[in-house]
């Protein structure tokens, strides 16, 4: 898909399995079905905000709202890019990248789901590295941050696997329990020396006002 007026769409990532971009209307419903499906164990709450205790119809209902969301209230200076995951042409999950002050301070932050069917084929560090490629070597990022709560065992493997480092704790309140978030950050060096999964982006010149990166440094070609 390729509008003049909102370049996102002309946006895709590519790695050996998995293409990331934005989804249209059928895919969007058929992405918010896989939600629905399960995407953790139900005993184990591995997000912040417990969006996946909702029924399964409201969660799926929620997906596509706040995809709506994002795209409603993007500005260059506070944007979150909700890019589908497809494998084998199918929604898989969401893979996020988002940035505030971008043109300034060039850093990113990443959040993700994957539906529990897929879970445990290392697609969660493909679509991780797929945005990784995009934030370094596409847009110039300098440093890109995530976090993980306790228990989120595959979360952290994948972090620590693509080259973060810790960066402190919060203690944070989820379904009303206490729970550790512990934060990570990666810099370019250690992106560029922990690069495992080849990645390929595509329209992104197009859309780089919209992300805050009219001035994309030479180094991050």
Not at 53 to 67: G, H, I, K, W
Not at 135 to 144: D, H, S, W
Not at 185 to 212: I, K
Request: hydrophobic letters at 45%; glycine letters at 8%.
């Amino acid at each position: 898909m390729d509008l003049a007026n909102w370049p996102l769409y002309g946006l895709r990532i590519t790695t050996p399995r998995l293409e990331l971009r934005l989804p249209d209307l059928e895919e969007l419903d058929a992405l918010a079905s896989v939600a629905a499906g399960g995407v953790h164990d139900p005993e184990r709450m591995p997000f912040r905000t417990p969006w996946t205790d909702a029924p399964p119809a409201e969660r799926a209902r929620s997906v596509l709202t706040y995809f709506w969301k994002a795209q409603a209230e993007w500005r260059p200076e506070d944007w979150r890019l909700q890019l589908t995951v497809f494998a084998d042409g199918s929604p898989v999950g969401i893979q996020e990248i988002a940035a505030t002050d971008f043109a300034v301070v060039r850093e990113v932050s990443t959040g993700s789901w994957l539906g529990l069917p897929h879970q445990g084929r290392g697609l969660g560090t493909e679509m991780r590295a797929a945005v990784l490629h995009l934030a370094f070597a596409g847009l110039g990022a300098r440093t890109a941050r995530t976090a993980v709560l306790d228990g989120g065992a595959a979360s952290r493997r994948i972090t620590e696997r693509l080259g973060y480092r810790s960066d402190g704790a919060d203690r944070v309140a989820v379904r009303g329990t206490a729970r550790t978030e512990e934060r990570f950050v990666l810099d370019r060096a250690a992106w560029q020396s922990h690069r495992r999964v080849e990645a390929h982006a595509e329209g992104v010149a197009a859309c780089a006002a919209m992300l805050g990166a009219e001035k994309i440094p030479e180094s991050a070609s």
